[in-house]
């Protein structure tokens, strides 16, 4: 924010100065974009988590350059950044994280006006290997029935 103040000169001297009467605030003239929908959590495991999120429905009126995605422990109040320079990708692979810890994420925007305000943060996950619950068996067909028995 500057204000301003102006004087004139001339050959009898200098003037009292103007000053603007109201701050004036430098800025691009385009906007950080808007939160993307909460990130998703497509796949996990012992040591990475996989996340995907859309795109922000408002640029701020200038392309987007990327995204930042933060993460905390469950519970924790400060956010920890993923990646040093902003992804490209709207899809990112977290590793490195400590089996057995559950983990929250949230994803940033980029544009050349700076970050726009986080997303929600995903659900909470633990970092496990996933277990899939098996197959529920066919219906039994009965082959052979005779007096004393039944054969599936």
Do not use: H
Not at 123 to 133: D, G, L
Request: glycine share 6%; hydrophobic share 25%; proline share 10%.
């Amino acid at each position: 924010k500057y204000k301003f103040r102006v004087k004139a000169e001339n050959i009898y001297g200098i003037s009292e100065p103007l000053e603007t009467t109201s701050t004036i605030t430098v800025k691009p003239p385009y906007d950080p974009p808007d939160a993307p929908d909460t990130a998703e959590i497509t796949e996990y495991n012992s040591t990475y988590i996989k996340l995907k999120w859309d795109r922000p429905k408002n640029d701020g009126g200038n392309p987007i350059t990327g995204y930042n995605i933060e993460m905390r422990e469950k519970g924790g109040k400060n956010w920890k950044s993923c990646n040093i320079v902003p992804t490209k990708a709207t899809q990112y692979t977290a590793s490195g994280l400590r089996e057995g810890q559950t983990y929250e994420f949230r994803v940033a925007a980029v544009n050349d006006a700076g970050p726009g305000i986080p997303s929600k943060s995903t659900k909470a996950q633990k970092v496990e290997v996933p277990i899939f619950p098996a197959d529920a068996p066919d219906q039994p067909k009965v082959d052979k029935i005779t007096k004393d028995s039944v054969t599936l």
